[in-house]
């Protein structure tokens, strides 16, 4: 005598589907937070202060390194780089992205006592081919910074493309007892000392 079941379905289709989009809301609001809206980043995503060293500062797409702070520090804008930061920042992006004539350009007119600045100069001339400049720039890195690691990385790197790879392996030696043989560095640098990742190049 009552049929109730056409409009109880109704309801609960609707019901659902506002439970739906009410839920994707929220999945869509989630990596805003991670991208810096203000509120605290997720645990799979650090607060950039909890970051101690450069290596994993630069890892973090939210955070740079402050070399006038000596700390890593959340992105907000351009502002907040130092002159020198600036040009780091553009020559890293520049020789990360294969424009290696550009970013030597750049990195040349950047801080030259920046152990990171004469990293990414080492890298860029070794991308460039040109393994002795390549070399001679990392090893000025370490002098500044022997605990370096990822300029130890490039270094053992180059070490195996000039077929040394004795003195790779002296620096993936130094990469463990630095940061073990589980950290990135050490892990991708063996890699390419066995001949199983040579992606780096």
Same mark, same amino acid.
């Given at each position: 005598?009552?049929?109730?079941?056409?409009?109880?379905?109704?309801?609960?289709?609707? !019901?659902?589907? +506002?439970? !739906?989009?009410?839920?994707?809301?929220?999945?869509?609001?989630?990596?805003?937070? +991670?991208?810096?809206?203000?509120?605290?980043?997720? +645990?799979?995503?650090?607060?950039?202060?909890?970051?101690?060293?450069?290596?994993?500062?630069?890892?973090?797409?939210?955070? !740079?390194?402050?070399?006038?702070?000596?700390?890593?520090?959340?992105?907000?804008?351009?502002?907040?780089?130092?002159?020198?930061?600036?040009?780091?920042?553009?020559?890293?992006?520049?020789?990360?992205?294969?424009? !290696?004539?550009?970013?030597?350009?750049?990195?040349?007119?950047?801080?030259?006592?920046?152990?990171?600045?004469?990293?990414?100069?080492?890298?860029?001339?070794?991308?460039? *081919?040109?393994?002795?400049?390549?070399?001679?720039?990392?090893?000025?890195?370490?002098?500044?910074?022997?605990?370096?690691?990822?300029?130890?990385?490039?270094?053992?790197?180059?070490?195996?493309?000039?077929?040394?790879?004795?003195?790779?392996?002296?620096?993936?030696?130094?990469?463990?007892?630095?940061?073990?043989?589980?950290?990135?560095?050490?892990?991708?640098?063996?890699?390419?000392?066995? *001949?199983?990742?040579?992606?780096?190049?």
């Amino acid at each position: 005598m009552y049929n109730t079941s056409q409009p109880i379905s109704r309801m609960a289709v609707k !019901f659902l589907a +506002a439970a !739906f989009v009410g839920s994707a809301a929220l999945l869509t609001v989630t990596p805003t937070y +991670a991208a810096g809206g203000g509120s605290p980043a997720p +645990a799979s995503n650090p607060a950039c202060s909890t970051k101690t060293t450069k290596n994993s500062c630069q890892a973090l797409s939210h955070c !740079f390194w402050s070399n006038s702070g000596n700390r890593c520090k959340k992105k907000k804008n351009q502002s907040e780089l130092s002159p020198s930061d600036k040009l780091y920042a553009e020559g890293r992006i520049l020789a990360k992205t294969g424009h !290696f004539k550009k970013a030597i350009e750049i990195l040349k007119t950047a801080n030259q006592q920046d152990p990171h600045v004469l990293n990414y100069l080492g890298y860029s001339y070794r991308k460039s *081919g040109d393994l002795d400049t390549a070399i001679t720039y990392y090893k000025a890195a370490l002098a500044i910074n022997p605990d370096f690691v990822l300029a130890r990385e490039y270094l053992g790197e180059g070490y195996v493309k000039a077929g040394r790879l004795d003195l790779a392996k002296l620096e993936l030696a130094e990469i463990g007892k630095r940061c073990g043989k589980g950290c990135k560095e050490y892990v991708e640098l063996a890699a390419v000392i066995s *001949g199983t990742d040579t992606a780096t190049w």
